[in-house]
């Protein structure tokens, strides 16, 4: 249970996946997209999760996040309750000063979104920026993974 | 995880609570209200509890359940998150020929409301009725806690 502060980018090319230090495959799914309360179940390579999310700042880089882990297959089952539509993607790990880039590429109805996010302890927190980070898409809600589910980046 | 087979009952008067063996004190918030995929969050006496349940099969009686245990503090700060409105009830238990009426006297805005709920390894095993169990409502939406949040008992 904690405040999250994300910051989050527009990702440019395939560079990135040179510098990645791992990768994994997720697929999720929501029980609930509304923004003041997402509920995710995800599965992470073969882990479960559930997530819920509140609604951020008005910066939206602040959000109050919970999660608790699962077995598979209770996350198999969840998944099947969720929201028509699901997330697949491929994330990777890059290293950079000042912390961690999470690299989402969307697969199936998004394909083609490359975006990174980087988790700070505060929100002015200072961090390298690799060459392949473009604009930044902070609390813009058509990228949150809830938004992209219903109206997917192949349909923009 | 499993699929939970539930009868649900109106409750008259106030007898049952001689033959209570228990009582706790409940507050519960909807994270989703929706039928098919409600998520609930529970703070029952001293702990928390996530629970989310499909939608029933026809009869109204078997329902998909998944439910977690979780401090008091984190089910406290996921209980604001919720959608407006709360359900605040006492419930009793009540052992019968066959299994364990649980029966939950609703205050505030369902104040008057009072019903009872079995649950049973199939759908069709038998129980004794005690003469407080009034008509069935197994399978009633109205009745359903998420809808009784929207839709309290004192607005019907």
């Known amino acids: 249970m904690a405040q999250e502060i994300e910051k989050k980018f527009l990702v440019i090319g395939n560079d990135f996946k040179k510098e990645a230090f791992e990768s994994s495959k997720i697929i999720q799914g929501y029980l609930s997209s509304v923004p003041e309360r997402t509920v995710r179940i995800r599965i992470r390579d073969q882990?479960?999760?559930?997530?819920?999310?509140?609604?951020?700042?008005?910066?939206?880089?602040?959000?109050?996040?919970?999660?608790?882990?699962?077995?598979?297959?209770?996350?198999?089952?969840?998944?099947?309750l969720c929201e028509p539509g699901v997330i697949d993607k491929t994330r990777y790990k890059v290293k950079t000063n000042g912390g961690t880039f999470e690299v989402d590429e969307f697969h199936g109805e998004n394909n083609?979104?490359?975006?990174?996010?980087?988790?700070?302890?505060?929100?002015?927190?200072?961090?390298?920026?690799?060459?392949?980070?473009?604009?930044?898409?902070?609390?813009?809600?058509?990228?949150?993974?809830?938004?992209?589910?219903?109206?997917?980046?192949?349909?923009?």
Chains 1, 2 share one sequence.
């Open 47 to 80: 882990s479960g999760f559930i997530t819920i999310k509140g609604i951020g700042n008005q910066s939206g880089a602040s959000r109050f996040e919970w999660e608790k882990e699962m077995p598979l297959n209770e996350a198999e089952a969840l998944i099947k």
């Open 112 to 156: 083609g979104l490359v975006v990174a996010e980087i988790e700070l302890a505060n929100e002015n927190d200072a961090f390298d920026r690799p060459n392949w980070i473009g604009k930044e898409l902070t609390g813009d809600k058509k990228y949150y993974n809830a938004m992209l589910m219903k109206s997917p980046f192949s349909k923009w």
